[in-house]
């Protein structure tokens, strides 16, 4: 007995600090004794339920568990205990929560379960006032949980209050509304608080907890009461898009409810929604009022069984044309035209508002009504009515024009008596380059037709009212400039100048001003000008037969200022001509197995490619005399003269423009192949060319070997054996694959020359190899099968003419 008393003893000391622990970390008064290293799961899980209940973290608590005796070491451990845990179970708690009830916290702790409905776009109703505020997924008016919690707010079975005691002693608990109404505080009792309001429960609350507490008699502890979680309330919506029982939260509004059901129904009214409670009509909501005023008087708190009834509407008119908001709106009994507008936001700029034209229906047709402008407060809507609002016209009623040489050239207002001296003060009077013996008058006459009226524009501002004519509407006045009636001179400059092209002339322009103008002289300028002018006569001469005047001129070629100027006239055409020899260094490119490969300048006017190689100290022990070849790059002019060629080809084919792409493109250069041994031999053998700026001569290194590629089993590189043809190479790959055609091969030299397999009869002739040539067997083209049908028809034609002959020969 005394051994089960002494274990029993122990197991109570040792439970002890952990369930201390476990009921409140904050609370407790003596944390000396806990053992970390032995706490449960559950044990962290209450640990970390009593941090978020308490809207604080392991670290804010630090200094408490510290100063109750936990040593800094064994807070430590509950740190990272309690965060491994955390980690472990957060995801599957969030899950859970998730899973099981919906719920959304705020960032203040309080809760809703989570109230989803799908909007469906309205698409057919989608002009009909109003039907926007229930399609948007982002406007669902659900009640902000971050407010404070309303003192008139009703308890029911379902709300969760967060019941507080602070200061000398301390308790804290979340405590739900039993299905009773009641709720449960330790050491307190039950409480009856449904159908009571926050505040009135809140005083009996604290009236309870006093009974008990003594230091919240004292007043040295306070109690804090606030609403955790709310409850969900049932409602039933009746004519929406979605009608149907809605399980929301108590907190939520007639719009919260209307936006969940999608809004009225495709005839249901947007101005008469019934909220019925307890079987009565609670209120009348008008949507409209809330849409145009922001008026929220309508949105009332729901309640437990309320019914939303949306009937049908009584009716509806079409505002189309020039206001702000056309659609569908509708109306209630006594409202007039101008309710109308105002829904619809008013007229836009371009409205024509004198009168509207309205559209009605009859008991048997259709009928037209104008709404004049006086009436527009007393007319009432019919259901079923059309206003169709046009734009103004697309004319003025009291515009002028004026243009030309004003200083303000622009529209104007008109006036009845106006004169064009009156129109020329407002365009605040005449230019000095203004040609005042005329003005013109453009007019629009009473037939439409327009005239020319023409104005002594000197007399009508001298003061002469017959000259000073009266405007009219729609007039355009024309004020000349004596700049109109000059011709526009030009001088050209061309050659040796920085800008050469077409100027402006002026009177007195020198050829020094000119040239300075144009930026001055190049470098490559000589002393020689020569100058073209037009030739000027009333008369025609025959025996004359020059067409210009020609004038030539001798200038200091470095010196953009003359000692002797010359005065240049309209349309003279000057030439500044190039120094007979001026040419700049032009260079080539020696690469390869040369001495000293590099760039050189062509020295002479004909350098050719020994003269060059030589320079560049002559082919080294390793090059390839067959192997050199000269790379000239292809001009631009080339390509496009192979464009402008006609190839005689049709219209859809390809073949130029595959042409002036590939040299554009890929080639690039052309090459020329050179015979250095004939060379040497005899220096005006035809190999050696004259080279051209650009071009670069390249020297192959001696290489042993024969390349294959192309359509061959394996593309390779085999020794060269003196003796050996073209076939053995070919064999020495593995010969040709299933695309090769071999008849077609060819075989590139080192110095770019090329050589093809030629046949005659059954006779086939296949060039020389040499080494470090190139052998390419290129692909077969591909060639239409012919189909049985083509077979059969060949067969018919061949059995006909078999039949033919035989028949001619009977």
Not at 70 to 89: P, R, S
Not at 402 to 415: K, L, N, W
Request: hydrophobic share 35%; proline share 3%.
């Amino acid at each position: 007995m005394k051994k089960i008393i002494y274990v029993l003893t122990l197991f109570f000391v040792l439970t002890i600090p952990f369930n201390a622990v476990a009921q409140d970390l904050m609370k407790s008064k003596d944390l000396s004794t806990i053992k970390v290293d032995y706490l449960s799961d559950d044990d962290l899980a209450k640990i970390s339920a009593q941090l978020k209940s308490n809207n604080t973290s392991i670290d804010q608590v630090e200094q408490i568990a510290l100063s109750k005796g936990m040593t800094q070491a064994d807070f430590n451990k509950l740190k990272i205990k309690l965060k491994d845990y955390e980690n472990k179970n957060g995801k599957k708690e969030v899950k859970d929560n998730t899973l099981k009830a919906g719920e959304k916290a705020s960032e203040f702790g309080r809760k809703q379960e989570k109230v989803e409905n799908v909007k469906v776009k309205d698409s057919a109703n989608a002009l009909i006032f109003g039907s926007e505020l229930f399609d948007n997924p982002t406007l669902d008016f659900a009640p902000d949980l971050k407010l404070a919690t309303p003192m008139n707010y009703i308890l029911g079975p379902g709300d969760e209050l967060q019941v507080s005691v602070y200061g000398v002693q301390e308790y804290n608990a979340s405590i739900p509304v039993s299905v009773e109404g009641k709720i449960t505080i330790d050491y307190v009792g039950q409480i009856a608080v449904s159908g009571m309001s926050i505040e009135a429960a809140s005083q009996k609350i604290k009236a309870a907890i006093a009974r008990v507490y003594s230091t919240v008699r004292s007043g040295q502890s306070q109690v804090s009461v606030s609403l955790g979680q709310i409850r969900t309330i049932k409602i039933t919506i009746v004519g929406g898009k979605q009608p149907g029982n809605y399980s929301i939260s108590s907190l939520a509004t007639v719009y919260n409810a209307l936006h969940l059901a999608g809004g009225p129904g495709k005839n249901g009214s947007y101005r008469n929604i019934e909220l019925i409670r307890n079987n009565k009509v609670y209120r009348n909501i008008d949507i409209y009022r809330f849409l145009v005023k922001g008026d929220q008087s309508d949105n009332v708190t729901l309640k437990e069984n309320d019914v939303i009834r949306i009937p049908a509407y009584t009716q509806r008119v079409t505002m189309e044309g020039e206001v702000k908001r056309p659609g569908i709106f509708e109306m209630k009994r006594g409202e007039s035209f101008s309710d109308l507008l105002n829904f619809a936001s008013g007229f836009n700029e371009f409205a024509y508002t004198a009168s509207i034209n309205v559209l009605q229906k009859t008991g048997k047709e259709f009928k037209v009504h104008d709404v004049s402008e006086s009436e527009f407060s007393s007319y009432l809507p019919k259901s079923g009515d059309v206003f169709r609002i046009t734009r103004i016209l697309n004319r003025f009623e009291n515009r002028i024009k004026i243009e030309g040489a004003v200083f303000r050239p622009d529209y104007y207002s008109f006036t009845e008596g106006m004169r064009i001296s009156d129109l020329i003060t407002r365009a605040e009077g005449l230019k000095e380059d203004a040609y005042s013996k005329r003005a013109r008058i453009i007019r629009l006459k009473t037939d439409l037709t327009t005239e020319i009226v023409n104005v002594d524009l000197g007399a009508a501002l001298s003061g002469d009212l017959n000259a000073d004519i009266e405007l009219k509407r729609e007039d355009i006045v024309t004020v000349y400039s004596i700049l109109d009636f000059r011709e526009e001179y030009k001088v050209t400059i061309d050659g040796e100048v920085k800008n050469p092209g077409e100027y402006e002339y002026f009177e007195n322009l020198t050829l020094n001003d000119l040239v300075v103008q144009v930026g001055g002289l190049t470098g490559s300028a000589s002393k020689r000008v020569e100058i073209a002018r037009m030739i000027k006569s009333d008369a025609i001469d025959d025996a004359d037969p020059k067409r210009i005047e020609l004038i030539e001129l001798e200038i200091t070629a470095d010196n953009n200022e003359q000692i002797k100027n010359f005065v240049l006239k309209p349309f003279d055409v000057i030439n500044i001509r190039r120094m007979a020899v001026y040419e700049k260094p032009q260079m080539v490119t020696v690469s390869g197995a040369v001495g000293y490969p590099g760039k050189y300048v062509l020295a002479n006017k004909k350098e050719t490619v020994y003269n060059v190689v030589m320079r560049a100290g002559g082919l080294t022990s390793i090059a390839n005399l067959d192997g050199m070849k000269i790379k000239r790059p292809i001009k631009e002019e080339q390509i496009e003269t192979l464009e402008r060629i006609d190839l005689n080809i049709s219209k859809n084919d390809t073949l130029k423009g595959k042409l002036a792409k590939k040299l554009k493109e890929d080639l690039k250069f052309a090459t020329i192949p050179v015979n250095w041994e004939k060379i040497v031999k005899d220096k005006n053998h035809f190999s050696n060319v004259t080279l051209f700026p650009g071009d670069e001569i390249e020297v192959a290194v001696y290489n042993e070997g024969v390349k294959v590629t192309g359509n061959v089993l394996l593309t390779s590189e085999i020794p060269y054996r003196n003796g050996k043809g073209f076939k053995y190479y070919i064999n020495a790959v593995g010969g040709i694959d299933s695309k090769g055609w071999k008849k077609k091969a060819y075989i590139i030299y080192p110095n770019g020359k090329a050589d093809v397999t030629t046949s005659f009869l059954f006779f086939r002739s296949y060039p020389k190899v040499e080494p470090d040539s190139q052998i390419v067997v290129p692909e077969k083209p591909e060639r239409k099968k012919m189909t049985a049908g083509e077979w059969v028809g060949i067969g018919s034609v061949v059995s006909s003419l078999a039949l033919l002959i035989v028949t001619a020969f009977k």
